[in-house]
C-alpha cells in the first residue's frame, strides 16, 4: 500500500454495496477506484461552488 493513501471502512447497505459494485464494473473500474472518482467529482464541485479546500497541517493524516 502507498505510504501516502489512507484506509477508510465504509458501512452501507448490501443491496446499496451491490448495486455499487454493479456500476463500477459497468464503468470497468474496481469499486475502490469508482469510488475515488466520486470523491474526487464532489471535492471538484465543492470547491468550484465555495473555493479552494485547504488543510491545515496540524489536520492532515
Same mark, same amino acid.
Given at each position: 500500500?502507498?505510504i501516502?493513501?489512507?484506509r ?5 447497505? !448490501? ?15 474496481? !469499486?475502490? !477506484? ?14 468550484? !461552488?465555495?473555493?479552494?479546500i ?8
Amino acid at each position: 500500500m502507498d505510504i501516502d493513501k489512507a484506509r477508510f471502512t465504509l458501512r452501507i447497505p !448490501k443491496e446499496m454495496l451491490e448495486k455499487f459494485s454493479y456500476i463500477a464494473g459497468y464503468n470497468g473500474r474496481t !469499486k475502490n !477506484k469508482e469510488l475515488e472518482r466520486m470523491i474526487i467529482s464532489r471535492i471538484k464541485g465543492f470547491e468550484n !461552488k465555495h473555493g479552494e479546500i485547504t488543510i491545515p497541517p496540524e489536520h492532515q493524516e
